[in-house]
C-alpha cells in the first residue's frame, strides 16, 4: 500500500467548535492550515448542543469571573486545574463577545445586550443563589456558533479536507509530533499530512457505553491515536451520565421535561425520588436521580419485560403545557419508545452524556505528559483534559471550553510556529505502522464481525462501569473488555472497496473506541473512593471521606498508558493564577 | 432491482449512507433502522429524494422526519412519510 506527502504548517484534526476556533487563530496568522473531518465541518456534533454557553457577562444581573470559578471548581468535585479553571472563567466573556463579532445570532434582550438564562450549578456570590449566566441562541446554540465559525474560517483561507478520517499521528523517536496519517474516504488514498503543528480536536468517545446521548461519530478517535503513539490520557473514569435518556435509543429528554412536572415512577407506580430526595425530589441534580434510578432498578422495581428502565411521567399535565412548554418531546416519545407521553409515560434510563477526561493538556493547549510538553502536539475540546471539568462537568461550561481552549491552543501553536520550528525529516516508521494496521483490516480472514464486537464492548461497559460502581463488577469489566480488545484485533471486512466503505470506517472507529473503553474500565476499577461521577457503592459518606471523597489518597489525576494498561497519577493543581486556592469542601447543592 | 438501476445506484449508495451519519442522534437512529430495511435495495427515486433530504441542516431535517413540520414537496414526501413508520 503506498501513500502521499502533503506539507502544511498546521494540521488540525476536528471541525467542531474546537476545532473551527483554532483553526481561525492559525489561518488568521497566515499559517498555511489544514482542517481535517469525517462529516461537513456543520454537521459535527457540536450542533446537538442547546443549552448555551456560560459567560459571566452579567447582563442580567450582577455577575463575576470568579464566582464562575466557585463553581466550576466545586463542580469538579476539586479535581479540576485551578489554574486552568481560573484561565477558561476569566477569558470567557473575551471569546462569547468574539464569538458575537463572528456573527452568532445570540438571543437578546430589548437593551440589545446578550440574553442570559439560568442553567444548573452557575451561581452568584459563591454558591449562593442561581445566576443568569448561559447565552444561548434559540435552541440552537452549537449550530450557529459552528455556522459562524466555519465563515470565518472560509474568509481566512483555511483548507477543509472534507470526509477524511485521520489514522494515526506520526511521532518521531524523540517523542515531537510531525503530523497524521489520514485517509480519503472518497478513494480510500492515504496521505500522510506533514504538519510543523498538529492539533486535535475530535471530540468526546460517548459511544462506548450502550446507552448514550452522543451521535454515532463520536468514537474517541483522537484519544485512540494517542494512545497508540504512547500519550496516556487522563482522567478517563469520569463520565457524566444523564438521568433521562429514552431507554433503549439514548436520545436525551431534556432536564426541562421534570422542571415542568415530570415525575420519575418505579414498576409499582411510585414516585421513588421522595425517599432519595426529599425536598428536592424529581429535581435534584443529575447524579444524585441518576444514582436513584439505578438504585430501583438494581433492586428489582424497574419497569417493562427485562425490568431495566423506571417512568418519565408526564400524564398528569395539560396536553397544551406539553406541547407548548415542551416542544418535540413527543416525537421523541413517538419515535424511539413508540409512546404518546401525553397519555403514557416514557421509558428512560441514565445514559452516558459527556467525556470529563482526554488528552492531557495545560491551558495553552499543549499536550503535557507530566509538565513535559510533547512538542509539536495541541489538543482543546472534549478530546482533551486541561482539566477544567475534573469529576463533573457544568451544563453550558463545554461549549466554553471549545472557545477559549481552542483560541488558546491555536495562539500557542501560532507563538511556537513564528518562532521558527521548522519541519523535521518525516518519520517514516510510523506511517508504516499505520499501513500494517490497514493492511491486516484488509487482509483479515476468519476474524471477528465489528458490530458483533462493538455492542460486546458497549454491554461491557454499561454493566460494569455504568452510572453507580461495584467493586467485584469493575474488576470483572476488566478482564471482560481485554477480552472484547482481542476480538477488536481481529476485525474483519467483507466489502473491501475502496470508495465511501463505511464498514471499513467503523472497524477503524472501533480501534479508537476500544482504547477508551478499556482507559475507562482500568482507571475506574482503580480509583478507590468516589468523587463526581465516579460513584462506587464502598465508597462511604464520612466526616475524613465526604461523599466517599478520600482527598487524602485520591486528590490526584490518573494517567493510564495503552502499553502494559500502566496507570501513574499527577497532582492535581490547585493554585490559581492570581485569586487564592478555593478550598476543599464537601460537594453539597 | 433491475441491472440497469443498480448500476446507476451503487457508486452512490456508499456515499448516502456515510452522509446518514449527522451531528444528532435522533437522525442516526432513523437512518440506521432504514438501512438495516432497505440493505443496498434502493431505488433511484428514493435515492434522489434522499440525497436531497441529506442535504438539509440537522435540526431542519429532523422537523421533518419527526412531523413536526410537513413539506409539500411531492418528491420528499413518500420517503419522509416511510421515515416516520420505522
Ligand atoms: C445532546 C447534547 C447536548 C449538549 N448540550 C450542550 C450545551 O448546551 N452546552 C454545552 O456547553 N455543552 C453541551 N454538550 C456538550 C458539547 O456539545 C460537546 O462537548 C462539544 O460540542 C464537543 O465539541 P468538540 O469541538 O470538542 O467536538 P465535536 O463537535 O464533536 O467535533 C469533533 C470533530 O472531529 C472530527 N473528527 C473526529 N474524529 C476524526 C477523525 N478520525 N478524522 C477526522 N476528523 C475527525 C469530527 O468530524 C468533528 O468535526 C451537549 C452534548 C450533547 C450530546
Redesign the pocket.
Same mark, same amino acid.
Given at each position: 500500500m503506498s501513500y502521499t506527502v502533503r506539507k502544511f504548517d498546521a494540521v488540525i484534526?476536528?471541525?467542531? =467548535?474546537? =476545532?473551527?476556533r483554532a483553526a481561525i487563530q492559525l489561518s488568521e496568522a497566515g499559517l498555511k492550515t489544514a482542517v481535517?473531518?469525517?462529516?461537513f465541518?456543520t454537521?459535527?456534533?457540536?450542533?446537538?448542543?442547546? =443549552?448555551?454557553?456560560?459567560a459571566s457577562l452579567g447582563n442580567s444581573e450582577e455577575d463575576h469571573w470568579h464566582w464562575h470559578m466557585y463553581d466550576t471548581v466545586k463542580g469538579s468535585d476539586w479535581l479540576g486545574d485551578q489554574d486552568a479553571i481560573e484561565f477558561m472563567c476569566r477569558k470567557a466573556n473575551e471569546v462569547v463577545v468574539e464569538l458575537e463579532h463572528y456573527g452568532m445570532p445570540f438571543d437578546r434582550l430589548d437593551n440589545g445586550k446578550i440574553y442570559q438564562r439560568p442553567f444548573g450549578g452557575h451561581m452568584s456570590n459563591f454558591g449562593e443563589k442561581p445566576v443568569r449566566r448561559?447565552c444561548?441562541a434559540a435552541d440552537r446554540?452549537?449550530h450557529a456558533m459552528?455556522h459562524a465559525m466555519y465563515q470565518r474560517n472560509v474568509k481566512a483561507n483555511t483548507q477543509f479536507f472534507v470526509e477524511?478520517?485521520?489514522?494515526d499521528l506520526i511521532r518521531d523517536e524523540e517523542g515531537d509530533v510531525q503530523g497524521v496519517t489520514?485517509m480519503d474516504m472518497e478513494t480510500g488514498d492515504v496521505v500522510a499530512f506533514h504538519a510543523r503543528a498538529t492539533l486535535f480536536?475530535?471530540?468526546?468517545a =460517548?459511544r462506548i457505553f450502550h446507552s448514550s446521548?452522543?451521535?454515532f461519530?463520536?468514537?474517541g478517535?483522537?484519544l485512540g491515536?494517542a494512545a497508540r503513539a504512547g500519550i496516556p490520557l487522563e482522567d478517563m473514569e469520569f463520565w457524566q451520565f444523564h438521568p433521562t435518556g429514552v431507554a433503549g435509543a439514548g436520545v436525551?429528554i431534556t432536564e426541562g421535561v421534570r422542571g415542568e412536572g415530570g415525575i420519575l415512577r418505579n414498576s409499582a407506580g411510585e414516585r421513588f425520588m421522595e425517599r432519595y430526595a426529599p425536598n428536592a425530589k424529581d429535581l435534584a441534580s443529575r447524579d444524585v436521580v441518576s444514582r436513584a434510578m439505578v438504585t430501583e432498578i438494581n433492586e428489582g422495581r424497574g419497569c417493562g419485560h427485562n425490568k431495566d428502565y423506571v417512568l418519565l411521567d408526564i400524564t398528569h399535565l395539560d396536553p397544551g403545557t406539553i406541547m407548548k412548554r415542551l416542544p418535540g418531546i413527543r416525537e421523541i416519545g413517538l419515535q424511539f419508545a413508540g409512546v404518546d407521553c401525553i397519555k403514557e409515560p416514557l421509558p428512560v434510563v441514565p445514559t452516558c452524556?459527556?467525556?470529563m477526561g482526554g488528552i492531557p493538556t495545560n491551558y495553552h493547549g499543549q499536550v503535557v505528559v507530566h509538565d513535559q510538553v510533547i512538542n509539536g502536539f495541541y489538543a482543546?475540546?472534549?478530546?482533551?483534559c486541561a482539566s477544567v471539568h475534573g469529576a463533573n462537568r457544568l451544563?453550558?461550561?463545554?461549549?466554553?471550553?471549545?472557545l477559549v481552549f481552542?483560541k488558546s491552543a491555536g495562539e500557542t501553536a501560532v507563538a511556537d510556529l513564528q518562532q521558527g520550528r521548522a519541519h523535521k525529516p518525516l518519520h517514516t516508521a510510523s506511517i508504516d505502522k499505520t499501513l500494517a494496521r490497514l493492511d491486516r483490516l484488509n487482509t483479515q480472514k476468519g476474524g471477528a464481525n465489528v458490530h458483533e464486537a462493538r455492542l460486546a464492548m458497549q454491554r461491557t461497559m454499561q454493566k460494569h462501569a455504568g452510572v453507580f460502581r461495584f467493586d467485584n463488577l469493575l474488576k470483572e469489566g476488566v478482564a471482560e473488555i481485554l477480552k472484547v480488545s482481542e476480538d477488536v484485533a481481529r476485525t474483519e471486512i467483507k466489502d473491501k472497496s475502496q470508495v465511501f466503505n463505511t464498514a471499513r470506517v467503523e472497524a477503524?472507529?472501533l480501534d479508537?473506541l476500544i482504547e477508551v473503553a478499556t482507559a475507562t474500565m482500568i482507571s475506574a476499577e482503580a480509583r478507590k473512593e468516589s468523587r463526581g461521577a465516579h460513584v462506587r457503592d464502598d465508597a462511604h459518606d464520612t466526616a475524613e471521606t465526604p461523599n466517599g471523597r478520600d482527598d487524602k489518597n485520591w486528590l490526584k489525576h490518573t494517567l493510564w498508558y495503552r502499553e502494559g494498561n500502566r496507570l501513574e497519577y499527577k497532582p492535581v493543581q490547585m493554585k490559581p493564577l492570581s485569586v487564592e486556592t478555593i478550598e476543599l469542601k464537601k460537594r453539597a447543592y | 432491482m433491475n441491472a440497469a438501476a443498480e448500476s446507476a445506484i451503487d457508486p452512490r449508495l456508499g456515499r448516502l449512507r456515510w452522509h446518514c451519519r449527522r451531528?444528532?442522534?435522533e437522525l442516526d437512529l432513523v437512518f440506521q433502522r432504514f438501512w438495516d430495511k432497505v440493505g443496498d435495495d434502493l431505488d433511484i427515486e428514493t435515492a434522489d429524494a434522499l440525497e436531497r433530504l441529506l442535504a438539509l441542516e440537522d435540526h431542519d431535517l429532523w422537523y421533518l422526519v419527526s412531523g413536526r413540520e410537513e413539506t409539500d414537496d411531492p418528491q420528499l414526501q413518500p420517503l419522509l412519510y416511510r421515515l416516520r413508520q420505522l
Open positions: 484534526v476536528g471541525a467542531g =467548535g474546537a =476545532g473551527l481535517l473531518s469525517k462529516v465541518p454537521r459535527s456534533h457540536t450542533v446537538a448542543a442547546q =443549552g448555551g454557553v456560560a448561559s444561548a446554540t452549537g459552528l477524511w478520517q485521520a489514522l489520514a480536536a475530535t471530540g468526546g =460517548g446521548t452522543n451521535a461519530i463520536n468514537t478517535d483522537g491515536m436525551l452524556h459527556y467525556q482543546a475540546g472534549e478530546c482533551a451544563g453550558t461550561n463545554s461549549l466554553l471550553d471549545l481552542g477503524l472507529e479508537n | 451531528a444528532l442522534l
